[in-house]
């Protein structure tokens, strides 16, 4: 069956980045895609002497323009174009229910720039039905690894296994990350024992080794390397994605994933990282 991808997009088209993130995963062998570009006209919301005629002309002409990028850009891939009208972050989390994976640009400019640093981002990450990849402006691949930031956790088997089969299917190295819970500056002061330091260390390397055989058994194939950070988790992440084409996190962890997504670190990664970033819930685990 088809990977359904859901785009969206809003008056100004189809962002180059998000265009070279298709054509990527179009490219990925055995790939076998099809494509749903989403717009969604706010109600209530018309610029000042603009006629309503022309405000939906402009997401009308954006919509068809996206189609036909896309119908050149991935040939052969079915593509379909719907254009909504309503709260965008309520929309966008409505059609991804009929979606496998729902992809955003980061672009700083326009209507999109709700979706990344104001509080849509949020909204749409946190009840989006289906994973969520979120795009920055001026990506390009790079053909190198995925992160996967884990809190070594239950909740952690949705986001490996989303970074597992992504890692797979571009046949690139994963990485896992965990930030330690116990804040750098008490990690390095005497207010906690050194056996308590190295035992939270301990610990996290050992369920670490053991995410890794897990994996392992699942993805044979697949190079896999993880480790421990001192440093906050969005910083942490952020450097890693330096050197990565994706980073992928969790919405239902406790602890700092909890904080990545839900929190003011989220909008850290999301606005910071170079790289796309993947957010996926925990009941994706079974998809």
């Not at 109600?43 to 189609?67: D, F, M, S």
């Not at 891939?77 to 059609?95: A, C, F, K, R």
């Not at 949705?158 to 992504?166: G, L, N, P, S, Y």
């Not at 909008?267 to 993947?278: E, F, G, M, S, Y």
Request: charged content about 20%; some cysteine; overall charge negative.
């Amino acid at each position: 069956m088809s990977e359904k991808l859901m785009v969206g997009v809003d008056n100004r088209g189809i962002s180059e980045s998000v265009l070279g993130w298709l054509r990527e995963r179009g490219r990925a062998p055995e790939a076998d895609l099809a494509v749903e570009i989403v717009t969604v006209a706010e109600l209530g919301w018309i610029p000042v002497n603009t006629a309503e005629v022309e405000y939906r002309k402009a997401y009308e002409h954006a919509l068809w323009q996206a189609g036909e990028t896309l119908v050149a850009a991935l040939p052969g891939v079915p593509i379909e174009t719907t254009m909504l009208w309503g709260s965008p972050s309520e929309e966008l989390v409505e059609v991804s229910e009929r979606a496998d994976l729902l992809v955003l640009g980061s672009d700083k400019t326009g209507v999109v720039v709700g979706f990344v640093s104001g509080t849509l981002p949020l909204r749409v990450v946190t009840h989006s039905a289906c994973p969520v990849v979120v795009v920055p402006a001026g990506w390009r691949a790079s053909g190198q690894g995925v992160v996967a930031g884990v809190a070594l956790e239950p909740s952690d088997f949705a986001v490996t296994e989303f970074a597992a089969r992504e890692a797979a299917r571009s046949r690139v190295e994963l990485q896992l990350v965990h930030a330690l819970p116990i804040p750098q500056a008490l990690l390095t002061s005497d207010l906690i024992a050194p056996v308590t330091r190295d035992d939270v260390r301990e610990a996290a390397d050992t369920a670490l080794k053991l995410s890794v055989d897990e994996l392992l058994v699942r993805y044979p194939q697949l190079s896999i390397s993880a480790h421990t950070a001192d440093t906050r988790a969005a910083l942490a992440l952020t450097v890693e994605a330096k050197s990565a084409d994706l980073v992928v996190v969790g919405t239902h962890g406790r602890g700092f994933l909890r904080r990545l997504v839900l929190g003011s670190v989220s909008h850290d990664l999301l606005l910071n990282t170079p790289c796309p970033v993947a957010v996926v819930h925990n009941r994706e685990s079974h998809r």
